[in-house]
Nanobody, 116 residues
Framework: QVQLVESGGGLVQPGGSLRLSCAAS????????MRWYRQAPGKAREVVAT????????NYVDSVKGRFTIFRDNTKSAAYLQMNSLKPEDTAVYFC?????????WGQGTQVTVSS
């Protein structure tokens, strides 16, 4: 069955960095674009970054451009989100998913908290 396991979150000071990982299984990973989302308390889930199935194309929400980098390793069925220059407004639970999504499945997410 489809499984997406996010990891790498934590507590970091403003200006710090984190790398999130998304381990995928149960489907043919290299056939799908992948997307990172985040959901802050009391807010709707938003798209953060998207990467094509081969890694050749990427897109970012304006608020993270120049700070976040999405990449993938198809040999490991994994996607990543490198987050630099973190800001308090980046605090959220971060999720990964396929594009298009495979049904209604979502992983548990990983909490990122940016605070001094």
């Amino acid at each position: 069955q489809v499984q997406l396991v996010e990891s790498g979150g934590g507590l970091v000071q403003p200006g710090g960095s984190l790398r999130l990982s998304c381990a995928a299984s149960g489907f043919t990973f290299n056939r799908y674009a992948m997307r990172w989302y985040r959901q802050a308390p009391g807010k709707a889930r938003e798209v953060v970054a998207t990467i094509g199935s081969t890694g050749g194309s990427t897109n970012y929400v304006d608020s993270v451009k120049g700070r976040f980098t999405i990449f993938r390793d198809n040999t490991k069925s994994a996607a990543y989100l490198q987050m630099n220059s973190l800001k308090p407004e980046d605090t959220a639970v971060y999720f990964c998913n396929t594009v298009p999504s495979l049904g209604t499945y979502w992983g548990q997410g990983t909490q990122v908290t940016v605070s001094s």
